[in-house]
């Protein structure tokens, strides 16, 4: 008996998988807790794939009381048949990486991104994932561990469980804890991700459960109104300046829906998606859309007498003032770009997504004009501001130098080698002064902040931007700043990889690291995508034990555990803040790179961060707390 091709086939499959397990980063992105998610989301765009193919109205996600996660679908039920080389169709999904388009010609198969890598990379992830599968008249099951199949098939077949009239496919699979730092479900994204696709697929019903709470929460996410619902929830809270308008259509084979409404705010809110794929960074259908609409309030505006010949057109900016929309195309062969991947590229969108908005925007505001007025009303707004910002820049780089010793605040570092130079934003004089002896100035560089710039917080940008230490942090980031994605910003630029903002653990503290958050969303946005922002986590407790190591401890869990495992009587030094620390302290505590505690600012989407942009800047004071807090406690430890 030679080798067959059934043992040929599962060799190079499980060396496929292996891949996997030895950099699951490459195929999720990270091993943290969106990582994790993302496992969630993976299974769970195969049954909206079904949907979107015409086959199932109903997806089940639950997360089980073990922690495990089953989603399951009422969809036409995954091939369980024979496949090519003896191997059950079912089995090529969950062993094979990229299996997932060769069985359906579903043209809306997903691509993008750290989507649609495949069932195989959850699977190859998971200590254990069941699959179930009703198809003509069986319920069929198979199983896995860590990615290999557990179960041995009689002439290729799965074993039957039993009869059913029905059809779908059911997946459960515990994620596995030697890959991912922590497995416990992130319930508040995961509800988000399915609120989101509940919006995108109106016909779709998903009924989300959580087992693990004592109570298990039931929600049942469905949205017949689609993306205008999503664009009147987003706005339920602001003053809207008329109804959501909706238009769809189709051009070179490229659907196009797209949801807009105007409110009375200052900043806009546009989000694409590309076959459901949440398209972070944009990309030609985002392109599409906002030239059209720039061109199209722009011939209003001078065909309606409001822009005179000697004005100059609104820019881009302006026309997208207090502007919240949903752009979501379907194209049959997407393609990502960008650093997350989550940029669209399909040079055909543009000019699709642009087409179909100007015909369709020009037959709507042909017929109401009331509307078009109040909308060409939030630009003139916008403009206005601009050119008084744009004086107020103007002034600002003409009127003061910015050699970074020019005020003395700034202790730059000697490299100049951005990949390794890191600057520290330290809250306070004093704590600035210890961290400036401590420092290794080879490569960190100290820019101290005095709590006294709490007074602007709730000022308008522009008094920010006028107050001369954050001047200084924009300069010595070297990247300049700009509103919105993009524009005069050139991350190339930046000069720190790392920018650790290091303040004290209490409300000022959080005020300051707010402060600054809040400065970069608005302004930097990519330092924060790109995943140069730190925050620094000083110790909380000193420990000096009758006999033994003195020991460092960065929360209270640290403490519960220290007193639980040491048997000794101890003197327990708290520090109140960075202040307390002399120069060498705070080098072993929170400089030293080897032995530091940072957690790295994440930020899921560009929505969240534009909420969360709102949150910060809004004047209630208890939801931006929350925010502080929990982005601590979710985000990356840097190690
Ligand atoms: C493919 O074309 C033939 C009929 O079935 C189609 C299919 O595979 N449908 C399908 C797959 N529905 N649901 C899935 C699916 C669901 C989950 C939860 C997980 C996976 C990997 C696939």
């Excluded at 490299?415 to 130079?421: T, V």
């Excluded at 920018?499 to 809040?518: K, N, W």
């Excluded at 803040?577 to 030293?592: A, F, H, I, R, S």
């Amino acid at each position: 008996m030679g080798k067959n091709t059934y043992d040929a086939e599962s060799i190079t499959v499980l060396e496929g998988l292996e891949a996997v397990r030895k950099r699951p980063g490459m195929y999720i992105g990270s091993v943290s807790t969106r990582g994790l998610n993302h496992l969630v989301y993976e299974i769970l765009d195969n049954s909206v794939d079904e949907h979107l193919a015409g086959y199932c109205t109903e997806i089940h996600v639950t997360l089980e009381a073990d922690g495990s996660a089953t989603v399951s679908d009422n969809g036409r039920g995954i091939p369980v048949g024979m496949h090519k080389k003896g191997i059950s169709a079912e089995r090529l999904v969950f062993t094979t990486l990229h299996a997932g388009g060769k069985f359906d010609n579903n043209a809306y198969k997903t691509s993008g991104g750290l989507h649609g890598v495949g069932s195989s990379v959850v699977n190859a992830l998971s200590t254990y994932l069941t699959v179930r599968v009703k198809t003509g008249g069986f319920i069929y099951e198979d199983k896995y561990e860590r990615g290999n199949p557990v179960i041995e098939l009689e002439k290729g077949l799965l074993p039957v469980l039993g009869k059913t009239k029905e059809t779908g496919t059911w997946v459960n699979f515990l994620p596995d804890d030697t890959i991912f730092d922590k497995i416990r479900f992130k319930e508040d994204d995961i509800k988000n991700r399915l609120h989101e696709t509940a919006y995108l697929n109106p016909g779709l019903t998903i009924f989300y459960e959580d087992k693990r709470k004592e109570e298990p929460e039931k929600i049942t996410f469905h949205e017949p109104d689609g993306i205008i619902g999503y664009i009147k929830d987003m706005n339920k809270t602001s003053e809207a300046v008329h109804d959501v308008i909706f238009f769809k259509g189709k051009s070179d084979n490229i659907e196009i829906e797209v949801a807009f409404q105007f409110i009375n705010e200052f900043h806009e809110n546009v989000m694409g998606f590309c076959n459901n794929i949440y398209t972070l960074e944009g990309g030609t259908h985002i392109t599409g859309f906002k030239t059209a609409f720039t061109n199209i309030i722009n011939t209003y505006a001078r065909e309606l007498g409001i822009l005179k010949d000697k004005d100059q057109n609104f820019t881009g900016t302006d026309v997208r003032n207090g502007l919240t929309a949903v752009v979501s195309i379907k194209h049959s062969d997407p393609r990502f770009e960008g650093q997350t991947k989550t940029k669209l590229d399909n040079q055909d969108a543009s000019k699709a997504v642009s087409k179909v908005t100007n015909d369709e925007l020009v037959r709507y505001f042909d017929r109401n004009v009331e509307i078009l007025k109040n909308i060409i009303a939030c630009a003139e707004k916008a403009a206005k501001l601009r050119k008084s910002e744009e004086k107020a820049k103007t002034n600002m780089l003409t009127k003061q130098k910015f050699s970074f010793d020019s005020n003395g605040k700034l202790s730059n570092c000697e490299s100049k080698d951005a990949s390794k130079c890191e600057i520290f934003i330290v809250e306070g004089d004093s704590a600035g002064g210890s961290a400036k002896m401590a420092r290794n100035r080879m490569y960190q560089a100290i820019l101290p902040i005095r709590g006294k710039i709490l007074n602007v917080e709730k000022a308008s940008i522009d008094k920010v931007l006028a107050n001369a230490e954050i001047k200084t942090m924009i300069y010595a980031f070297g990247c300049g700043f700009s509103e919105g994605y993009g524009n005069d910003f050139d991350i190339t630029k930046l000069r720190y990889d790392k920018i650790i903002i290091m303040a004290d653990a209490d409300v000022d503290g959080a005020h300051i690291s707010t402060l600054l958050l809040t400065l970069f969303f608005r302004f930097m946005p990519e330092l924060i995508y790109e995943g140069h922002v730190y925050i620094a986590m000083p110790p909380l407790y000193k420990v000096i034990p009758s006999k033994g190591e003195e020991e460092y401890l960065y929360n209270d869990e640290a403490l519960e555990k220290y007193k639980a495992t040491h048997n000794v009587s101890y003197k327990l030094q708290r520090y109140k803040g960075l202040g307390e620390m002399d120069p060498e302290q705070l080098w072993e505590t929170t400089l030293d790179p080897a032995r530091r505690l940072l957690k790295r600012v994440e930020i899921d989407d560009a929505k969240r961060a534009s909420e969360v942009t709102e949150l910060l800047m809004g004047l209630e004071v208890p939801p931006r707390r929350t925010f502080i807090y929990e982005n601590a406690n979710e985000a990356e430890l840097d190690v």
